[in-house]
């Protein structure tokens, strides 16, 4: 019953996820930074953004905004922001034991035209991962002429929830599926990039 409750919120989230099908990004300069993609995500200029969406995204865009203005984050967070590498890395901890981690990051595709922005969020309890309701991984397809990106769902793999968390690249192309088992161990597998999508 638990895990049938459970698959319900995390469908329930996936769609609210979904609902932000396509949003502007707004940049200064030649081209947008890490920073342009993950503020475009985080802040949606809709007046009628889903509650569910606000609240999964409170915490990294309130580190996001704070980092912005040069203001110190809250006791537990650490905010991480490579513009070199196109790369975001947030974490909350608890005193629990519990921690929230988001990662964002982009693709630049090989077409020219093209980059591929993904958004990574998954809750732990003392290390391994605890199927929050936030849970997920999702990707954006983002057009370099009309500075629009889609919400995208073909990146060339289904993600599986049931025990894996997905990590995102700081540096190299290939994303880390890890998978974990009952007894808290994990084993991974790479998601390889080829210019436009993922595969195993």
Known sequence: MKRTALAIILACFTMALSAQETIRVN???AKPSIVDFAWAYLT???ADEPEEDAEATAGVSQALYNY???IPLEEGETITVDQKNGYILYERKWDDGSMVRTEMCYWNESDGKHKLFAYSNWYYENGKPAQGQYDCVTFYR?????KIMKHYEDPGFRVDYDHATYSLPR???DIIVNKWDKN???TQKTLKWNGRKFSF
């Open 142 to 146: 983002y057009n370099n002429a009309t």
């Open 44 to 46: 949606p200029d809709v």
């Open 184 to 186: 808290g161990k994990k």
């Open 27 to 29: 940049y200064k300069g």
């Open 171 to 173: 540096t190299g192309k």
């Open 68 to 70: 912005r203005k040069g």
